[in-house]
């Protein structure tokens, strides 16, 4: 009997060590950085083409070159408390803004020199921060008609890769022919050689089209009723369109049947072959 008592003592003194040893844990906290969020002041900007009108689910990109007259730069520091643009002879004083430029610059490919500087009061957490920064880049105005993807591209649709085939993209087919009826003249963004096509036809015409230097939108004509949105890569080379299109086509000059309606998602990656 006492040879099993010291046993239960033995385990009760070892129980009582362990829970000793889980109040000695360290239970202090690591102090919180007051500047682990905080960022260097900085007068950096980004500029996107833009429209002189609401353009719904138009994904805005950030460039350095441009095919529109309409301009939205924006400063990317937003906490500032001053903001100082110098935009060829303009000035301005808000963080983001519009400007509209004359379209002859687009024919004539001109160049705007564009200077941000920003003011900010000096912070704790960056000390030897000066509290003015200022930033420079050119702005390069490009004629759509003769842009990165107005030339031909031989690729594929993801969902088969291994069936390869080459389209054309003209963003300016103004003033000519259609092809299926020459009296028509057409002015529309043109696609030739697309997969989803009309029965006899290897092109689509989207007169609802958006056009920029490095990307599109385009909602097809036709029978399978493609629309989507094209954006040439970092590269300038690569071209990827994501679209979609019914799922098989309509009759000419008839309601689709139910089975066709059925919007099916692609994606077109392509390289640029001139």
């Not at 020199?113 to 050119?138: G, Y």
Request: aromatic share 14%.
């Amino acid at each position: 009997m006492k040879k099993q008592l010291s046993f239960f003592a033995l385990l009760a003194l070892l129980g009582s060590f362990m829970l000793s040893l889980e109040g000695c844990k360290d239970t202090t906290t690591s102090p919180v950085n007051p500047c682990e969020k905080e960022k260097a002041l900085t007068a950096n900007f980004k500029v996107e083409e833009d429209f002189d009108f609401v353009a719904p689910g138009w994904r805005y990109y950030a460039t350095d070159t441009v095919s529109s007259t309409v301009v939205r730069f924006t400063a990317l520091d937003s906490l500032c408390d001053k903001y100082e643009w110098k935009i060829g002879a303009g000035s301005y004083e808000k963080r983001s803004f519009k400007l509209y430029f004359p379209a002859s610059f687009l024919n004539s490919e001109e160049v705007v020199e564009v200077t941000l500087t920003v003011h900010k009061s000096p912070r704790k957490c960056f000390p030897k921060d000066d509290s003015i920064k200022s930033f420079t880049k050119a702005i390069y105005f490009a004629n759509l008609c003769n842009g990165l993807y107005k030339a031909s591209f031989n690729g594929y649709l993801e969902e088969d890769p291994s069936k390869k085939f080459t389209i054309k993209i003209d963003p300016c087919n103004m003033n000519r022919p259609n092809p299926d009826n020459p009296a028509l003249i057409e002015n529309a963004f043109r696609i030739d050689g697309f997969p989803q096509n009309c029965a006899g036809k290897t092109y689509i015409l989207s007169y609802n089209s958006l056009s920029m230097y490095r990307q599109f939108s385009f909602g097809g004509d036709g029978c399978y009723f493609p629309g989507g949105y094209g954006k040439i890569q970092n590269d300038k080379k690569t071209l990827i369109i994501d679209y979609q299109a019914q799922k098989c086509a309509s009759p000419p000059g008839k309601p689709a049947p139910q089975e066709c309606i059925e919007q099916v998602k692609h994606k077109f990656v392509g390289v640029r072959v001139n």
